[in-house]
Structure formats: C-alpha cells, structure tokens
C-alpha cells in the first residue's frame, strides 16, 4: 500500500514569497489533515478535510493560509505571503473512517 | 485545557534500559491516547494507542500505562535498542482525528 505523497520536500523561499504544497492521501482515505511542525514541537492541526469539505480550520491562519482539496483527493496548501515565523515542516496526514492517521514524509519550508 | 504536556524533553540510555515518558492532559473530554515515533526527516508514524476504558496496553517492547484519575499517561520502552532512537510524541483527542500533540521526547540509545 503506497503511504501519503508529498511534495516538495524542500523549499526556501524570501519573506512575502508565496508557495504551495502538495499532498496525496492513502487510497481510499476520506480524511485529509494538514499539520504545522515548528522545530523542537510537536505537529498542530491546521485544517482537517472530511472528502473535499472542511470539517476544522479552527487554527489555521486565514488571512495568509488556504488549502483545498478538490475532488476530494489530492489537496494543496498555500502561504501568501509566507512570513519567517512559517518555517516549519509541513506535515500532510490521512486515514479512513476515522481510525489510525498516516503521516507523509513532510515539506520542510524555510522562509529567509 | 486543549495542551498535552510531555516530559522529558529528551532522554539517554543505556542500550537494554526502560526509558519512560510521561504525559498529562486536562481534557476529560479525550479518549484515544496514541504514541508516535518520528525518525530524521520522516514524518510521525503511529507505535500504539489506548483508550480510557484500561489502564494499560502492551505491544512487543512498547507498553502504554493509563492513569484515567491523574490524566497522565505513560510510555515505558523495554530492552531499548539502538534503533529505537527517536523522538517520540504523545497524543490526544476526542476520537481519533484532530489530535494534539505534546512537545516531544528526544530519545538517545546508546549500545
């Protein structure tokens, strides 16, 4: 069974830049979840989809952070404009009804 | 009251020792406790979980110890291994999504 695809794995990019990532779930995964790790933290939730509707963006901050996943499939993060405080690894998770959530590899941004 | 609070922040042992890690939440609400192991550069992956309704749950060398009255829960790593250098995260949520994550334990195995 492949496990969660993400992509970039790296990216560095100048403050005000904008960027996005991408995530492909586990087959079958109706639920998607997006999380932030900041070095020496533990992952936070940003926003959890249940098929292609959110059902938590509660922490996610809107006023430069969107995602969406259409089809309810693949999603993408994006950050516009990315400030310093967004380096981190950005973490994209999926599980099936509710049970055990698969994390991918993750993509590490490094905002200069 | 949504924070889980995890100790030690790291950890050294001796290769075949039992290293612990403790957590604690506020949250009565939480009912599914999962540990997770990250190596370098990978992302989180699931080692055991328990819920509320018993006080401890083993799984090969990993065992999980559940203190429903103190809201702390444990995870104790027997004859630890070089290989189980990681560092290590507990969780919590009201189901099994959304979770909440502690801040992490640094584990170091020395042979």
């Known amino acids: 069974e492949a496990g969660v695809a993400q992509s970039p794995r790296y990216k560095i990019i100048e403050k005000r830049q904008s960027v996005a990532f991408w995530c492909n779930p586990i087959?079958?995964?109706?639920?998607l979840y997006w999380y932030q790790q900041i070095l020496g933290q533990g992952p936070k939730l940003l926003i959890q989809f249940q098929n292609n509707g959110v059902v938590d963006d509660s922490q996610l901050p809107k006023d430069r952070f969107s995602a969406e996943r259409l089809k309810g499939v693949d999603s993408t993060l994006k950050i516009q404009p990315a400030k310093l405080e967004d380096s981190a690894v950005y973490l994209c998770?999926?599980?099936?009804?509710?049970?055990?959530?698969?994390f991918g590899q993750g993509t590490r941004l490094t905002v200069v | 009251q949504q924070q889980v609070k995890q100790s030690p922040q790291s950890l050294i042992v001796q290769k075949g020792g039992i290293p612990i890690i403790n957590c604690a939440y506020e949250?009565?609400?939480?009912?599914?406790f999962p540990w997770y192991q990250q190596f370098p550069g990978k992302g989180p992956a699931l080692l055991i979980a328990i819920r509320p309704d018993v006080s401890e749950k083993k799984e090969g060398r990993f065992t999980i110890s559940f203190n429903k009255s103190a809201k702390q829960f444990s995870l104790h790593i027997m004859d630890s291994q070089p290989g189980d250098s990681a560092t290590y995260f507990c969780a919590a949520s009201e189901s099994t999504d959304k979770l909440i994550f502690g801040t992490g334990t640094r584990l170091q195995v020395f042979p």
């Open positions: 998770a999926s599980s099936f009804l509710n049970t055990e959530a698969f």
């Open positions: 949250n009565t609400a939480f009912d599914y």
């Open positions: 087959s079958g995964h109706a639920t």
